[in-house]
């Protein structure tokens, strides 16, 4: 097994550990959480990409890294919204683990 | 195959670069001069609302002249190591109807979104303008986007402008619809972006015209594509992804539902279709496309007896979107490769694509009529608006008006929407669609009819709005229904304009 494999296989470990929280856990903050990690294994799956596409003596393929810089502005730029918005949604009392209630059963919602 | 010679920039393709730069240029405005509360912003939206529209309307006049897809390389270096940007039929008319949808929504919120002049710096005016004009760059880059990380960026950039306008009253449960509307859309943008490294990594590049020649049915490609769609249909909000739409639409203040209802869903309907039939064609199965039909299908019945049973105006119109949004992925099965007739793929294209810009147009009008009873009333209680209509008629008109678009009713964009998607389901022999759209209509004109019954029932004592509402508002939002009603005077038939630039899998449509 070789370095590659190796971090492809790290890769979707994260993503399935990422996914598996996002969906299971009710807290926006341990959603948050697994988002970074399902989009850490993402953006290593991207490193492995540039790895294998490699051309001779190359130490990876460009174009995934510009992709991933990319990618990591996005990921960043929307934990900081996420972040903002549940500090917001505390700070004016709301609820917090909000996805115990279903929408559609209500009449009248909020 | 007018796509295939993408490598170049054709005339007129300084258009697309300036179509996503000037509302981009109209950000850094409001955050240069941020200092002034988004005064500056409110002045100069006077300068960049009409040249913005005029751009659309001249990229559709010039796709029209040419026949062909406008292309741009940017800085001149050809894909796939640079970047194209393309538009063909459809992306034209999606930019013009993205254009007059934010420029009747800028009309609509001109007087309630201008800064007061005592005050030195007034956050919500600011946020709104900055948010309209980024949902505006937004949507132009991936009705432009020639590439799936290009359109990647700007489906993260709509969904960046869109969630702070659900909490722009800054009451706690629109807080809460805002974060679940986002932490919804970050599930699906992380999927597409998983999709996206599994492509380049099996092909090496994104571009949307290279791609469509190199992807054969393998492993790799269809779990790919199969990420990308989820991750797209929880975008678009599709049954059962649709949990956090109705929280959201209905919480924004009604500038901001009309904007999301009509254009930002679409954004993530629009690369979807880009996805299935221009990147990668023929790699759906007849049996995904059936279920992904059959999604829509449940969206249509499930939002409208939902719809229905809403005792709010603003959360009825919210899950009448949620129904509407179902009938836009009744083309996969009908049109394209899995059509056997020419005559069934060609009018489901037209009609998929015209019930977008109608119902794009009848819901901004609907949200707009909501905003204003809401305001008038103080309220927005279905049972308690008895009489709202002799109150405020114009409002009501074009409530209703849109109502006729969403249920289908001649004259009106809406159903020349549905009759092509019928006669398609029909001549395709996929009846069961049919029963699908008719039992929608009947369920629209249901919870339609139970607003407009209640708003024209006739009061003992006359009803009276307890604050007044600006005519010019009310007349902003007629002449956008209107507009919904004008499209049904289009010709039943296929249109020309939708089939500029389609790519080698979507000959039938052409025919």
């Known amino acids: 097994m070789n370095a590659i494999t190796l971090f492809g ?72 919204m996420a972040v903002a918005l549940l500090r917001r949604l505390v700070a004016a009392g709301g609820r917090t683990a909000s996805e115990s209630d279903h929408p559609d059963a209500g009449g009248d919602g909020a | 195959m007018p796509m295939l010679s993408s490598g170049a ?15 981009a240029s109209g950000i850094l405005i409001a955050l240069g001069c941020g200092g002034c509360g988004g005064r500056c912003i409110a002045h100069a939206q006077r300068v960049f609302l009409p040249a913005g529209l005029a751009i659309a309307a001249a990229t559709l006049g010039t796709t029209w002249h040419r026949g062909e897809s406008l292309v741009y390389v ?3 270096f050809a894909p796939p190591l640079g970047i194209a940007l393309r538009a063909d039929g459809v992306s034209a008319a999606m930019m013009l109807t993205t254009a007059i949808v934010i420029c009747a929504v800028a009309l609509f919120a001109g007087p309630q979104f201008s800064p007061p002049p005592e005050q030195r710096e007034a956050r919500a005016p600011l946020v709104l303008w900055t948010l309209l004009l980024a949902i505006w760059t937004a949507l132009n880059a991936v009705a432009l986007g020639g590439d799936l990380f290009t359109l990647f960026v700007a489906l993260e950039l709509l969904t960046f402008g869109a969630v702070p306008l659900v909490c722009l009253g800054g009451e706690a449960h629109t807080i809460e619809a805002a974060l679940r509307y986002l932490l919804f859309a970050l599930l699906g943008s992380v999927l597409y972006l998983l999709g996206i490294a599994m492509i380049y990594g099996a092909y090496g590049t994104l571009d949307i015209v290279l791609l469509s020649n190199l992807v054969r049915p393998a492993p790799v490609p269809w779990v790919a594509l199969a990420l990308m769609t989820t991750g ?16 959201a639409h209905a919480g924004a203040p009604a500038a901001g539902s009309a904007v999301l209802s009509a254009l930002v869903v679409k954004g993530s ?22 279920l992904i039909a059959a999604l829509g299908g449940a969206a249509i019945l499930y939002g409208s007896v939902l719809a229905l049973r809403q005792r709010r105006l603003k959360l009825l119109v919210a899950y009448s979107t949620v129904a509407q949004i179902g009938y836009l992925f009744l083309i996969f099965p009908l049109a394209g490769p899995f059509a056997t007739g020419d005559a069934g793929s060609s009018a489901a294209w037209t009609g998929g694509w015209l019930q977008l810009f109608s119902h794009a147009f009848a819901k901004a009008a609907m949200f707009m009529a909501a905003g204003l009873i809401a305001e008038a009333m103080g309220h927005d209680r279905i049972a308690e608006l008895a009489g709202v209509g002799r109150a405020l008629p114009i409002t009501l008109t074009a409530f209703g008006l849109a109502g006729l678009s969403l249920m289908g009713v001649p004259p009106s964009g809406g159903f020349v929407a549905k009759w092509l998607l019928l006669q398609a389901s029909v001549s395709e022999g996929q009846w069961w669609w049919a029963v699908v759209i008719v039992v929608g209509g009947l369920l629209a004109a249901a919870y339609v009819f139970r607003v407009l019954g209640t708003a024209f029932e006739s009061t003992d004592a006359p009803l009276k709005p307890s604050r007044a509402v600006s005519r010019r508002r009310e007349v902003v939002t007629l002449a956008v229904a209107l507009l919904a009603t004008l499209l049904g005077l289009l010709p039943l038939a296929p249109s020309r304009l939708l089939q500029i630039g389609l790519p080698a899998g979507l000959e039938t449509v052409a025919r």
């Open chain 1, 9 to 80: 296989l790290g890769s979707a470990a994260l993503v399935g550990l990422g996914l598996f929280g996002l969906i299971t856990k009710p807290q926006p903050l341990h959603k948050i959480l697994c988002f970074n990690v399902l989009g850490g294994g993402v953006l290593l799956l991207f490193g492995v990409v540039a790895r294998r596409g490699a051309a001779a003596g190359l130490g990876g393929d460009p174009v995934p890294h510009a992709l991933v810089i990319t990618a990591i502005v996005v990921a960043f730029a929307a934990t900081a």
């Open chain 2, 9 to 23: 920039t054709t005339t007129g393709g300084f258009l697309l670069v300036v179509a996503i730069m000037l509302p």
């Open chain 2, 74 to 76: 940017v800085g001149g």
């Open chain 2, 232 to 247: 797209l249909l929880v975008k678009t909000a599709l049954f059962p992804f649709h949990l956090w739409l109705p929280p």
């Open chain 2, 269 to 290: 309907f629009f690369l979807l279709v880009r996805l299935l039939f221009y990147a990668m064609p023929g790699l759906t199965g007849a049996a995904a496309a059936q």
